[in-house]
């Protein structure tokens, strides 16, 4: 008898595309499921037959009381090699395997870049207005030459995004919590003596950062109230390492210029979702790794798990 293989979340209908699942046809069925699912109840309807499901990182949360009604799943297969809406213990208990794939950091940063460069020259409002035959230029842009770029988490993204900062002439300054000169030196990038510093001297503040306890609310009412008032904050990390309604609060009170947001604390977000309509927010809907190479790259990957976990020595163990 075939083992059933689910893949979530796959919104633009390309996953069965992208990889040859044709090589695990003979004993595995595989179905694509195009809609996101809200709640757990609908996931348990769904996935109760499942042997195996392919999951996006942190866009369907699997956690203990889902892990308990799945008796037949034996295998979840991630992006990336983190998954903070895994319980991990709970999988264990249950005796399932969890395996990742590797992930690319150039898509997150190239996107990172596209909000910044929107909201420093206004870009989807000027071709808003010149596609509805509004004024000819309504916008005063402002340079990115000059201007220092904060960056909260200095790893390969971090360091992408510097890289390309100092192309455009900006200054880069760096913080996390374990942030050594001996890391920030090679690159050219000033270690800032805390996140305070950081937030009070940039002009653009991105973040770069994994989600774990000790990053969640990393950036609260209280950091945001350090932050420039002609300041930009960008969160194409993890919606949840900023506490949203402090952020709400100071995009609606003026405290900082705008947000460039491609990630949230619950997603899709609700249709009356402030973030939806703050003329300060440049938002989008968690595109950051969404290309047709990373795609590939999960994909067959993705497959390659579940290939080695048919033969008996699974590969990419996240435990």
């Known amino acids: ?21 044709s090589s695990i046809s003979e004993k595995v069925d595989v179905t694509a499921f195009h809609q996101h699912f809200n709640h757990e109840d609908e996931l348990i309807e769904v996935l109760q037959d499942f042997d195996i499901i392919a999951i996006m990182r942190e866009r369907t949360p699997f956690q203990k009381s889902l892990f308990a009604h799945l008796p037949k799943l034996k295998l979840l297969v991630t992006t990336g090699m983190r998954n903070a809406a895994i319980d991990l213990e709970a999988a264990k208990e249950h005796h399932v395997t969890v395996c990742g794939t590797a992930s690319d950091s150039a898509p997150p940063t190239e996107l990172a870049w596209g909000l910044i460069l929107n909201l420093a020259r206004q870009i989807t409002q000027e071709n808003l ?55 920030t030196g090679p690159l050219g990038v000033q270690k800032a003596a805390s996140l305070e510093e950081l937030l009070q001297n940039s002009d653009y503040v991105s973040i ?29 990390s993890r919606g949840p390492i900023v506490n949203q309604d402090d952020l709400i609060h100071a995009l609606e009170k003026g405290l900082i210029a705008g947000a460039g ?59």
């Not at 005063?140 to 030459?145: A, R």
């Not at 790893?155 to 192309?167: L, V």
């Not at 774990?212 to 008032?229: A, Q």
């Open 1 to 21: 008898m075939k083992l059933k293989c689910a893949i979530l979340d796959d919104y633009q209908k390309v996953a069965l595309d992208l990889a040859d699942w």
């Open 129 to 183: 207005t010149l596609r509805n035959n509004g004024p000819w230029q309504i916008s005063v842009g402002e340079d990115l030459c000059g201007k220092r770029l904060g960056l909260i988490g200095l790893g390969k993204i971090g360091s992408k995004m510097a890289r390309i900062a100092q192309a455009f002439g900006m200054e880069v300054t760096a913080w996390s919590q374990n942030l050594t000169t001996e890391r």
């Open 208 to 236: 770069h950062l994994v989600l774990s306890d000790r990053t969640r609310n990393l950036i609260t009412l209280r950091e945001l109230e350090h932050m420039k008032p002609s300041a930009y904050l960008i969160n194409t």
């Open 261 to 319: 947001l491609d990630v949230f604390e619950i997603e899709p977000l609700d249709e009356d979702h402030p973030f939806r309509t703050l003329p300060n927010v440049l938002a989008t809907p968690h595109l950051g790794y969404v290309t047709r190479g990373n795609y590939s790259k999960y994909y067959h990957e993705t497959l390659e798990d579940i290939q080695a976990y048919l033969s008996g020595s699974p590969i990419r163990k996240l435990f």
